[in-house]
C-alpha cells in the first residue's frame, strides 16, 4: 500500500484562538475552524510523517478509536482541508513545508 | 469643519504646483490615519475634487510616506473597457503592488513608496486606491482598516463593527452632540503602545459625510446587532476573532501579509474589549456607551 504524505500549506496562517485552531487561507480570504481530529492532523502534517504513522501516533494513542476508522475518518479529514489549500497531500514526502 | 468647495485661495494654500512637461502638476498631500500621502495630478478638476472631498484631511506642511501620481484617463483605456463587472485584484507582480479594477489600474512600489495610477476622473477610484494603499501601509505595522462605525467620546474612541445592515450608520445618527463621528463606514486603527489608537478618516458610507480628523485610544469593539433590548454580552476570543476578521479590510491574497493580519487581528482581540452590542435603535443606546 502506498503511504500518504501530507504537508501544511505555505498560502495559509494558523494561530490558536481560545483552545481553537483557526486558518486563513490567503487563496480565498477564507477562515476556517479546525475541529479536533483535523487540529491533531494538521499538527502532524509536517510532509515527511506518513499520514497512517500521525493518526497511529496522534489520534488512535489518545483516543478510544478503532485504527481502520480512524484512518478513514483521518482520509476524509484530509482530502476536505486540501480540497480548501489548507493542506498538500502526496505519495512521495514533501520537503517544503511550514 | 468640511466646506462644500474651497475656494481658490484655500486650494492655492493647500496646494504645491510644478511643471510637468508642458503641462503643470499639482501636488495635494492627504493625511489620513497620520500618514502622508501626496498626490500628483495634472488635471485642474482633478485637483479641486480631491480638495472639496479629502478638505478636512489635507496638510500641506507634512512629509508625504508615499507618492502617488495620478493619470486621468477615458474610460475606453481602463480594464473596464475589457471587463466592466471585473472585481477588484490586488496582486504582487516584479516588486510592485497591482491594483485593478473598472475604473483605475495602479501600480504602487512599496521600495521607492511610490505609485501611479490610471483612472477615470472618479472620486470613486481614487478613494479604492487609497483605502487599500492605507491597508498596505497598515499591514506592516500591526494596524487595520475595519468595516466599522467609530466615535469618540470623553476622549476614548469606540468602534461598531458588523455586516452591512447591522446598524453602523444608524448608531452614528443617533450619537449625542459631546460625540465627535469619526466615520460610519471605514475605522482606522493603529498600534500605539500597548494599545490602539482610532483616527478619523474621510471615508462616508450611508451618511455622505466624512469622520472628524481627530484621533484617541480605542477603549472598545462592540460587535453590532439590533435587538428588543440595549444590552452588551462577552464574545469568546475564537468569535472575536472571527467576527473581526470578517469585518476587516483586506485585498492582496498574500501568505505573508495575510499572516500579519491575522496576527493584527488576534493582537487586537488580547489588548481591546470586544463585545456584542445589541441595541434598540433610538438614542438611550448611548447610555450605554460612555
Known sequence: ?98 | MHPGSATPQEIAGMVVGRMMGAEIAHDVVVEIGGLPISVRTTSPEFLQMLVDRYSGFLNPEAEPVFELEVEIAAAEMLPGAIDPDADLSVRFEGGRWVLERGDFHAELDPALRRGHIRQTASPYAIDAAFRILHSLLLAKEGGILVHAASAVRNGRAFLFAGVSGAGKTTITRLAPPDVTRLTDEISYLRREGDGYVAYGTPFAGELGQPGENVRAPLAALYLLAQGPVNRIDSVTDADATRALLESVLFFAHDSELVARMFDSAYELVQRVPIQRLTFVPDARIWEVIQ
Open chain 1, 1 to 98: 500500500m502506498n503511504q500518504v504524505y501530507v504537508a501544511r500549506a505555505k498560502e495559509v496562517a494558523a494561530r490558536r484562538v481560545g483552545g481553537e485552531l483557526m486558518i486563513l487561507s490567503a487563496r480565498d480570504s477564507k477562515l476556517f475552524s479546525l475541529n479536533e481530529t483535523a487540529t491533531l492532523i494538521w499538527e502532524g502534517a509536517d510532509g515527511v510523517t506518513p499520514l497512517a504513522e500521525i493518526v497511529d501516533q496522534r489520534i488512535c494513542r489518545g483516543f478510544e478509536v478503532d485504527r481502520a476508522v480512524a484512518f478513514r475518518d483521518a482520509e476524509e479529514v484530509v482530502t476536505g482541508l486540501v480540497e480548501h489549500g489548507i493542506l498538500k497531500v502526496s505519495n512521495m514526502p514533501i520537503e517544503e513545508t511550514q
